[in-house]
């Protein structure tokens, strides 16, 4: 019987380290320079489309929720066919919307169901408030009395924090594994689970990386730019737009360089797309 951990599937030859974080960040935005159009174009039509199925009245959420995994599979086939080297045709956007449809649609609502449970447990500590915030958005209900936001301490929030890590670990690599292994949900939310778990390092290292391009640098330009005497307005244009334009494509595709190290298809069948 094959090691669940080591075994097909899941790379057991080098632990993952925080350089490899670092370098699935590089290799992202190598990714993203080879095609920094296409790449933008996908991200954004991501955000656009999921920004369009929230504006559904009551069931927005649920509707982002179940499309989210679906249209980020379209994406990440996306920056596999660029390191094939070919030119994709649009509609790989798209190609979540095939036979593993039903099964990465349940994985989104599954999430949704889970993450709201992590979050009800602040309950035991604010009576509420904070899924009451919540019903505001997510039913509609702008009549709702807002609540105190003293009412929300950081023990109930920390809890539901460390109740969601294991969810976010679970849910990461689980759509790709659905969409183009054709794992069932339980298969594919353990080993996505386990390779995040085996990776923290590098996620570590991932994260490091992002706060370094996306946050530490661009305040340091914006303090120089608007000590320099340059209005803040024009400021924010000039280095918040092209970052975040920058950043959130090679986020993505980072994000699909650590699973072609962590879950490398075991066969040269397993690159092709479900």
Known sequence: MPDPVNGPGISGVQPVTVRDGWSWFRAG????RRNPVLMMFWVMTYWTLLGLA???PVL????????????????????????????????????????????????????????VGALALTAFWDGGALLQYMARGTLGAPDLPMPDPTQLPAAGLAL???????????????????????????????????????????????????AVYGIFLPSLIMMLLIASGLDDT????????????ILAPTVVSGFYASYAQLLPPPSAEGLTPQ
């Open 160 to 210: 539901a924090l460390l109740a969601y890590v294991p969810v976010l670990l679970a849910f990461a690599y689980a759509p790709l594994l659905v969409a183009w292994r054709g794992f069932g949900l339980g298969k594919a939310l353990f080993f996505s689970l386990v390779a995040s778990w085996r990776a923290w390092r590098g996620l570590i290292g991932f994260l490091a990386a992002l």
């Open 60 to 115: 927005g959420d649920v509707l982002v929720a179940v499309l989210a995994p679906v249209l980020m599979v379209g994406v990440l086939a996306g920056c596999r066919a660029l390191d094939r080297e070919t030119m994709p045709s649009f509609t790989i956007l798209f190609s979540g919307f095939g036979s593993q449809l039903q099964p990465l649609m349940g994985l989104g609502l599954l999430h949704f169901l889970l993450t």
């Open 54 to 56: 929230g504006l559904v």
């Open 234 to 245: 024009l400021v924010t244009s000039l280095v918040i737009v092209p970052i975040v334009a």
């Open 29 to 32: 935005f190598a990714r993203y």
